[in-house]
């Protein structure tokens, strides 16, 4: 089974965070955030069933896809502001722009930026980061916009860590808890991680069915939305609201 964590156990259990253990009990329950474990079953087969957890994971319902931790903490946030700061960079060294052709952007940037981009034959420019480049009629390359809009309402739920005591327990949390999700919040449409861009979370996420969605400076994300969402069920949900709530309908 499965449960939220209370903040006594949360401090209890995130010495055992080797993702993220930075961050405090407190910031992980506060706000749009939670943490949720993983238990054994109180009619298991043992006489005494373990009240430890089997595997334990942090998630936020976020405004849309975060990048980095800093946008982890704005776009959950309910009220007030946040409290990590964004990472620093050199706007004029990653968005160096003003070169005559293409091809000096390309060469430029490799050098500067000590990076290989790879121009494709549809004219896609890719960076060893993932991100898709642009070079527009001013000279500028740079990453596009980034892949996921920023949504309204706080409709994406976000793994952030994840860590497990037991072989399998990881992969079964998620499972449970995006079901749970799907079952409890009607506002969430996309299940995401932010990941470390390391080759076992990458293994892990994509052998439990997720897709790449972005690498980052920093951070690589993952997608669990065909996973966890039946888009047709959503769509007759939402039709039948909008039915039995004519004023609804009304107001878009």
Avoid at 14 to 19: G, R
Avoid at 117 to 133: H, S
């Amino acid at each position: 089974m499965i449960r939220q964590l209370t903040l006594d156990e949360v401090e209890l259990y995130i010495k055992d965070d080797t993702v993220r253990p930075h961050l405090s009990a407190e910031f992980r329950t506060s706000q749009n955030r939670q943490v949720w474990g993983l238990f054994e079953d109180q009619y298991t087969t043992q006489d005494q069933p373990s009240t430890a957890p089997l595997a334990v994971t942090c998630i936020a319902y976020a405004h849309g896809a975060p990048e980095n931790e800093s946008e982890l903490d704005l776009f959950s946030l309910t009220d007030g502001i946040g409290t990590i700061d964004p990472p620093a960079h050199d706007p004029e060294t990653r968005y160096a722009n003003g070169w005559e052709t293409l091809e000096q952007a390309m060469e430029s940037c490799s050098e500067i930026q000590d990076t290989v981009l790879t121009l494709y034959d549809n004219g896609t420019i890719i960076n060893t980061l993932g991100e898709p480049m642009e070079f527009d009629s001013e000279g500028n390359l740079a990453p596009k916009r980034r892949p996921f809009m920023i949504q309204a309402e706080q409709n994406v739920v976000v793994y952030y860590t994840i860590w497990s005591y037991d072989p399998g327990a990881g992969a079964r949390l998620l499972r449970e808890l995006g079901e749970w999700v799907w079952n409890n919040r009607k506002e969430v449409w996309y299940w995401v991680t932010l990941s470390p861009l390391t080759e076992m979370a990458e293994r892990f996420h994509l052998s439990n069915g997720a897709e790449l969605f972005a690498k980052y400076p920093e951070n690589q994300t993952f997608e669990y939305t065909k996973q966890f969402m039946d888009y047709d069920a959503r769509m007759n949900e939402l039709q039948g609201i909008t039915n039995d709530n004519p004023q609804l309908l009304a107001e878009d």
